[in-house]
T-cell receptor
């Protein structure tokens, strides 16, 4: 089935050690999003891509970067994770002309 | 700036009963979409129902329906004949037409009791 896949499901990293989270999609959607979701809080948009155009939210820390090498893949790089970056990271996609978001299962990031 | 508010952090309902989850929003836009997303314990968020602001008729999807009050900026979700599988976090979300930004509320944790 076409879907949004996030790997890994759980990721543990050390304080300050760079980590990369990945997202792939078989939907051929042109918009991809990264959200950060902390316990009992609303998902917070970090950035999104419209095709190759990168759109960063004003309050996204510089510590967070993203890459989208092609339509199918999108990566979230956290250069120097802090304890406050421990969260669920959700990837979502959207097709042009359709307002429905498709989500992956998320990656739960722990920072030790 | 748009905001979405869900004032009920947690709710519970008996199986087969009806429950209503509340959502209010604020926007100066005239054309927009509203959504309810469900996030079960497995964590993958899925769309439950959506409403286009220009449509006066309330959206329905099987046991799920909304009460959309545009003037009051209110968008509540009614779940009829609640089932154990409805246990999840429910998020209300907003997007303005022609934009790619979605604003989520803080969620309501719904527990359906057997």
């Amino acid at each position: 089935d076409a879907m949004v896949i996030q790997n890994p499901r759980y990721q543990v990293t050390q304080f300050g050690k760079p980590v990369t989270l990945s997202c792939s999609q078989t939907l051929n959607h042109n918009v991809m999003y990264w959200y950060q979701q902390k316990s009992s809080q609303a998902p917070k948009l970090l950035f999104h891509y419209y095709d190759k155009d990168f759109n960063n939210e004003a309050d996204t820390p510089d510590n967070f970067q993203s890459r989208r090498p092609n339509t199918s893949f999108c990566f979230l790089d956290i250069r120097s994770p802090g304890l406050g970056d421990a969260a669920m990271y959700l990837c979502a996609t959207k097709d042009r002309g359709n307002e429905k978001l498709f989500f992956g299962s998320g990656t739960q990031l722990s920072v030790l | 700036a748009q905001t979405v508010t869900q004032s009920q952090p947690e709710m519970s309902v008996q199986e087969a009963e009806t429950v209503t989850l509340s959502c209010t929003y604020d926007t100066s836009e005239n054309n927009y979409y509203l959504f309810w997303y469900k996030q079960p314990p497995s964590r993958q968020m899925i769309l439950v129902i959506r409403q286009e602001a220009y449509k006066q008729q309330n959206a329905t999807e099987n046991r799920f329906s909304v009460n959309f009050q545009k003037a009051a900026k209110s968008f509540s979700l009614k779940i009829s004949d609640s089932q154990l599988g409805d246990t999840a976090m429910y998020f209300c979300a907003f997007t303005a037409s022609g934009t790619y930004k979605y604003i989520f509320g803080t969620g309501t944790r719904l527990k359906v009791l057997a």
